[in-house]
């Protein structure tokens, strides 16, 4: 398992469409994190799965990787759910990260570096507002503070749907398009100024708290330690899920770019959505599953990560008992080979798993690869070494046997 020998890792551009090979020996790693009022259904995690294969693949290459993920704990969602129920929205927040790390450690997901939040980033989030203002790219209506997209180049030029599409989707998103005074429909909100019932900090531009997008541009612009070789961008990734991909990740860069002239990232990376038995998986429709609920069930950490990353990261799928009884059953096939005192050859099944993963995380085939070696072991082959595959299905998939 030399990580000299893994080939460099593609993978597939959201934006560009084609693939980005990620060959810095100091990537940068910035993914949105979650929001924490509804904490963690199985969307979100098999969205952190799929980064935490992409880190493990990294790491075990020989990078070096500085991996960031901020906490949206202050958001519409957060405080309508918090008013909902009588709480303080503080306490939700505070109680639903408790809940997301314990996930993320039971499935085995590598802790970033570091977990930031919006609260406690708010004077760079202040501070980078200020930059907008002064830079002259910034209007204001009502004490409301929007970024004038005409006053950045291209920016409005490169939008990843036509027009009316990126219209609907950002009012959707919780975007703004049809508020009056606005320069362009799609122009960001940087700062909303004080409403009654809603936590808001002091700024030189007035009392309010921060747009969506511009929390993970300060937040990414001051806590990345590791910059791409030969600053050819802000970051080397930024990675969350496919609906993400516009308006959040879209303008996060235009925000980020106005200032730096810079591109923000190298490449931009989506997981696909989860779904529940044929229906989109979503709180309106009440159908989200979560993963601790599945925990109490008594549902093995590993079979759900199993069962997430067995499909591809990229495609949109269904969730249902069915793939946990896939995965149960293809865990216990292969700890039933690996307690064997002889098994199929190994050394090249692991350079195909790497192999595999370096082309945008085919796990489909990673897995094919596993059941056709059970399958080997299973018919006596012989020459392979347990120990030697057991550490690598740790280290690239972080399954432990
Ligand atoms: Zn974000």
Not at 372 to 387: L, P, R
């Amino acid at each position: 398992m030399d990580g000299v020998l893994n080939p460099p890792l593609k993978l597939l551009d959201s934006y560009k469409k084609s693939h980005v090979t990620i060959d810095d020996h100091e990537i940068s790693i910035y993914v949105c994190g979650i929001t924490p009022y509804d904490a963690t259904h199985l969307g979100h995690a098999a969205t952190y799965l799929a980064f935490d294969l992409i880190n493990r693949y990294l790491r075990a290459s020989g990078r070096s990787v500085w991996f960031i993920e901020n906490i949206t704990d202050i958001d519409d969602p957060l405080l309508e759910r918090a008013q909902r129920d009588n709480q303080d929205w503080k306490a939700l927040a505070h109680s639903q990260i408790d809940l997301f790390t314990e996930d993320m450690s039971a499935l085995r997901v590598r802790p970033p570096q570091r977990y930031k939040g919006v609260v406690e980033s708010m004077e760079e989030i202040i501070e980078i507002v200020s930059e907008h203002i002064e830079s002259g790219l910034t209007y204001n209506i009502d004490g409301d503070i929007y970024l004038d997209l005409k006053k950045v180049p291209r920016s409005l030029e490169k939008l990843p749907y036509p027009i009316d599409e990126a219209l609907a989707i950002f009012r959707e998103r919780g975007g703004d398009p049809d508020r009056t005074g606005k320069s362009h429909p799609l122009d960001p909100l940087l700062w909303r100024a004080h409403r009654d019932n809603e936590p808001s900090w002091s700024a030189p531009f007035g009392k309010g708290r921060p747009g969506w997008h511009v929390e993970c541009v300060a937040i990414a612009m001051r806590n990345i330690d590791h910059k791409p070789s030969a600053q050819t961008s802000t970051i080397t990734m930024q990675g969350g899920g496919s609906d993400l991909i516009f308006p959040h990740h879209y303008m996060t860069a235009v925000q980020a770019e106005s200032l730096t002239h810079l591109p923000f990232a190298k490449a931009y990376i989506h997981a696909g959505m989860i779904g529940l038995d044929g229906e989109k998986m979503s709180k309106s429709r009440g159908n989200l599953v979560f993963v601790s609920k599945l925990l109490q069930q008594g549902v093995s950490p590993m079979v759900i990560r199993c069962a997430l990353i067995m499909s591809h990261y990229q495609s949109d799928r269904m969730w249902n008992s069915e793939l946990l009884n896939t995965a149960q059953t293809f865990i216990a096939k292969v700890e039933q080979c690996l307690a064997r005192t002889e098994v199929a050859p190994t050394s090249d099944l692991i350079k195909q798993i790497a192999e595999s993963l370096s082309d945008n995380l085919d796990t489909p085939k990673v897995f094919a690869l596993l059941n056709k070696w059970c399958a080997q072991t299973e018919a006596g082959e012989v020459g392979g070494s347990a120990g030697e595959l057991s550490r690598a299905l740790d280290t690239y998939l972080g399954l432990a046997f």
